[in-house]
């Protein structure tokens, strides 16, 4: 039995009292594509951020690789390979298309302060090679044509695009995607749906918070639903849609009506 | 004993003026998140222009007793503060108000040098020997009982300046305390403060708040100024920078935005500034003098920012994406 | 074809700047041997903005105190090119009695190095405070700087207190002192020109670093953070030793044009190093464009020039004008400082010249 790819058990997290994250728990094989639902602040994206370093969990624990793990500091959590974008694009807006994936490759690259100072020849070649590489994967999420736009120039569904190659560029074994459809169109999101599936064909595994029901139940091979900070149903998408719990959740008593679509 | 009670008046003092200026500080910074940084070139202000009004009405009324002209010195400066801090507010804070942080400090510091200079164009470099106003002789708390073999005189003792500066701010300090939980106004800004948008959509006009906080604090500075160069019968255009620069850090130390805050980090670290003059050469066995003084504010600062950044009662500061 | 001819055109255009630059002092000695000296000065504060670009503009922290680095460096330089460690402490008078006089290129690198190490000593506690704290503390810390510069006279004489250090012996390289006049393959250069040519050489190895770094994984990191931290992190960087990095190597470069403010003034005092210096610096990475080098070089030397030049030309107008000086020169400075900071805030917030578009 191998051990799962990434782990967390029993995350805990609260703010002045409320708890956003009530006994959390959830379990990512690797090539799996794992979903996070639930309704408007059920705790999806304060999940992220305890899993990515950004919080540090009140309670609970998190395994890697199966090694468990502490981050200090978000760096930490993308240098073991676990790489991720934001709810609301958090693009480097001074930096070209290519120049923000090459920042994605931070962590597997190591030239320093001597190195840049001096153009080195390992220097150099580690440049031609990021180069490259961030090229590569702008081509990947079909973007390749914006290299040199800078990242606010590009439009909304190209800016969530360069996230992912940005993701990508550090060679994650986990890639965290917090809403990378939100505000797509249709058209947009057929090609996300494909971008996912090659991604995870090429051997990585998704974590993936979604709103758009339909793109989470037709690529997920298990879903987690949060409402209000903890899990109301897990398992196969089937399963989930016709959890009583679930449908109470998102059809039901005190939550607004999903507005989206 | 002697100078521990001495100085612990003089930090009583040195206090209450750190915390009239620090709340002006705190203010603004708890409603839009900004340093301001020429806050107190307005203390300087407030100084300048009572000298100016006073040496004035001097002039054309010579006979006027001393409580009568700091009164003209006041009623004069405060207004004049106001106004300027009202200038500032809407021609080099406003316009920046969704820029990136930053730009609205650098302006700040622009806005503090160039009221320096026109200070110095004004009232010309030197140092201005501030007419005396009230009586200086010192009002004697406490004597004690000499000590054999030695001559001095202990005894605890503070001016008529010094108590008005007490009294004063306090009566100022409740008065701000009365104003922010009890009008409209304050609840505005109270409002304001913790949720800016919010309280635009019930109705309350952000900008009208902002510029009153800054006028509000600059009335305060205004006072602070003209008592400041009565205590010491000196103005210069350099003599807000420091000043300005610990009140802040008072109000970082009482916790930033909060009015309470200011007022206890403000009467705190003049109590301890104080008493660190007093104790410094002491405390280091000689190495540092007195002279030395002005590290306790920065390294109060340092400590605070990096120990406790909320300050002690914790800070207020609205919601800013 | 085009592409030899863009070649050449490159070539030509740079060896027509090298020209200039190189003839630039004898030209400037033409009108008077002070403007080589505000040249020499400008210079200085190139080196020092382009010091502070990479602390505000490469990474985003607003750092009020960066003279104190320029401080550091100058006493350092101060202390060892000159007889004050000697004539104070008896032990260094025993293990040098002929003076220190150390090499050029020791004490160059020492004073970058200190100034280095003041800057993480500085950075360490605060770097993770935010954008409008650190500005204050970095305030603080240079005034903290002066305040010890200014006071360390007693009980051990270190920097001997407001009067400074002074008898700082001028460069010496290749055993060519930099003092008076020099015979150069038979020309007569005087000492002024070979500090030009100095600095200029320091000014220019300072913009080649920093292209370097601009241009490299440092550099982008350095953006990564100041566009958005949170984001920076998540990708894998270590954003205190990133910032930590920055304040090291802009203290170096402050560092170095101290050391060579104290060599060609031959003395130092604790005067040269307050609040406004910072203050000036920070005036000319802004006003050129944060983050962009021509940019910051450009705004170094209108700041730096501009009130050199207003200082001939104001004083003779108001005293046509009005019989006597309203608003001395200094006066004026402070003045067009306050109000670039504003205006530029207001209306060019990138700079005059700032990056992309």
């Not at chain 1, 502490?70 to 958090?90: C, D, W, Y």
């Not at chain 3, 007889?83 to 004490?107: R, V």
Request: hydrophobic share 50%; aromatic share 8%.
């Amino acid at each position: 039995m191998n051990a799962p790819l990434f782990s967390a058990s029993n995350l805990r997290k609260s703010f002045g009292g409320i708890a956003a994250v009530n006994d959390v728990s959830l379990c990512i094989q690797a090539g799996q594509v794992i979903g996070l639902i639930g309704p408007n602040g059920a705790g999806k994206t304060t999940c992220f951020n305890l899993i990515t370093g950004l919080y540090t969990p009140d309670a609970g624990q998190l395994a890697f690789k199966g090694k468990p793990y502490k981050p200090a500091s978000p760096h930490h959590v993308a240098e073991m390979g676990l790489a991720r974008t934001f709810q609301n694009i958090r693009l480097f807006k001074s930096m070209t298309a290519l120049e923000n994936v090459a920042v994605g490759m931070h962590a597997k690259t190591s030239q320093g302060v001597l190195g840049a100072i001096l153009r080195t020849p390992a220097q150099r070649r580690e440049e031609i090679k990021v180069q490259k590489q961030a090229m590569h994967w702008l081509h990947y999420v079909g973007i390749g044509a914006y290299s040199n736009h800078l990242a606010g120039q590009l439009s909304y569904g190209d800016q969530r695009r360069l996230e992912i190659a940005r993701a990508l560029a550090s060679e994650p074994a986990l890639l965290a995607l917090d809403e990378p459809a939100a505000g797509m169109n249709a058209t947009e999101k057929l090609k996300l749906r494909e971008l996912l599936l090659q991604i995870r064909h090429d051997g990585k595994s998704i974590l993936l918070i979604e709103h758009d029901v339909k793109l989470v139940m037709g690529i997920c091979d298990e879903v987690t639903v949060l409402d209000y900070g903890k899990v109301i149903a897990q398992g196969t998408p089937t399963q989930v849609q016709q959890s009583p719990a679930v449908i109470e959740a998102y059809l039901g008593g005190l939550h607004h009506a999903e507005s989206r679509e | 004993m002697d100078i521990f009670a001495q100085q612990l008046i003089n930090g009583l003092v040195l206090g209450s003026i750190y915390a009239l200026v620090a709340l002006g500080y705190t203010m603004v910074y708890g409603v839009l998140g900004l340093i301001n940084f020429a806050h107190g070139e307005v203390v300087m202000i407030g100084a300048m222009v009572a000298f100016s009004a006073i040496t004035l009405f001097m002039g054309v009324f010579p006979e006027t007793p001393g409580w009568i002209l700091f009164l003209v010195g006041v009623l004069c400066a405060v207004p004049v503060c106001m106004l300027v801090s009202f200038s500032i507010e809407r021609l080099a804070y406003r316009p920046l108000r969704n820029a990136p942080r930053l730009a609205p400090l650098i302006s700040a510091i622009g806005v503090s040098i160039i009221l320096q200079t026109l200070a110095m164009i004004i009232w010309g470099r030197n140092y201005l020997i501030f007419p005396a106003t009230l009586p200086t002789d010192p009002i004697v708390l406490y004597t004690f009982a000499p000590v054999l073999d030695n001559d001095y005189e202990r005894i605890i003792s503070i001016t008529p300046v010094q108590l008005l500066i007490v009294v004063v701010s306090a009566a100022l300090m409740f008065g701000l305390t009365y104003t922010v939980n009890k009008t409209r106004l304050g609840k505005a800004m109270r409002a304001t403060s913790e949720n800016p948008q919010l309280a635009g959509l019930m109705g309350i006009n952000a900008n009208s708040v902002i510029a009153a906080t800054f006028v509000i604090g600059a009335a305060l500075a205004g006072v602070a100024g003209v008592m400041v160069a009565a205590n010491y019968s000196v103005a210069h255009f350099y003599m807000g920078f420091l000043p300005g620069l610990k009140a802040f850090t008072a109000a970082v130390l009482g916790g930033i935005g909060n009015i309470y805050g200011a007022m206890l980090g403000g009467l705190l670290l003049g109590i301890v500034e104080s008493l660190g003059a007093g104790y410094l050469g002491q405390l280091t066995g000689g190495f540092l003098g007195s002279h030395y003084q002005d590290i306790f504010a920065f390294a109060v600062l340092i400590l605070v920012l990096t120990l406790r950044p909320s300050g002690l009662l914790g800070e207020r500061v609205s919601d800013r994406a | 074809m085009n592409k030899l001819a863009n070649r050449h055109q490159q070539i030509i255009g740079f060896l027509l700047v090298a020209v200039a630059l190189a003839a630039l002092p004898w030209v400037a000695g033409l009108i008077g041997n002070s403007w080589v000296r505000i040249l020499n000065i400008a210079l200085l504060y190139v080196m020092l903005a382009l010091g502070l670009n990479i602390v505000v503009g490469f990474a985003g922290l607003l750092d009020l105190g960066y003279i104190a680095f320029y401080a550091v460096g100058a006493y350092v330089y101060g202390l060892l090119a000159s007889p004050h460690l000697t004539d104070n402490f008896e032990t260094i008078a025993a293990l040098f009695p002929d003076g220190l006089h150390l090499s050029i290129w020791l004490m160059i690198p020492l004073g970058a190095l200190t100034a280095a190490l003041f800057g993480v000593l500085l950075g360490a506690p605060t770097l993770r405070l935010r954008g409008d704290y650190l500005a204050i503390v970095t305030l603080g810390f240079g005034e903290i700087i002066r305040l010890f510069l200014n006071n360390l006279n007693a009980p051990v004489n270190i920097t001997n207190g407001p009067q400074g250090i002074n008898m700082i012996e001028p460069v010496q390289i290749a055993g060519v002192r930099f003092s008076r006049t020099v015979d150069l393959f038979g020309i007569e250069v005087p000492a002024l020109h070979l500090y030009y040519y100095l600095f200029l050489a320091l000014t220019l190895l300072i913009i080649l670093v920093c292209m370097r770094l601009q241009n490299s994984r440092i550099g982008r990191a350095w953006t990564a953070i100041r566009d958005d931290e949170i984001a920076a992190k998540s990708m894998g960087i270590n954003t205190r030793n990133m910032k930590l990095l920055a304040f090291a190597l802009g203290a170096s470069f402050g560092g170095v044009a101290g050391a060579m403010f104290s060599a060609f003034q031959g003395f130092v005092s604790p005067e040269s190093f307050g609040l406004m210096e910072s203050i000036i610096v920070l005036c000319m990475v802004v006003l050129g464009g944060m983050g962009h080098i021509p940019g910051v070089i450009l705004g170094a030397l209108l700041l730096a020039g501009f009130p050199e030049m207003l200082r001939q030309v104001v004083t003779p107008v108001q005293e046509f004008l009005f019989g006597t000086v309203l608003v001395d020169a200094e006066i004026l400075r402070s003045l067009i400082y306050g109000l670039t900071m504003v205006l530029v805030m207001l209306y060019r917030p990138n700079g005059l010249w700032p990056q992309r578009k």
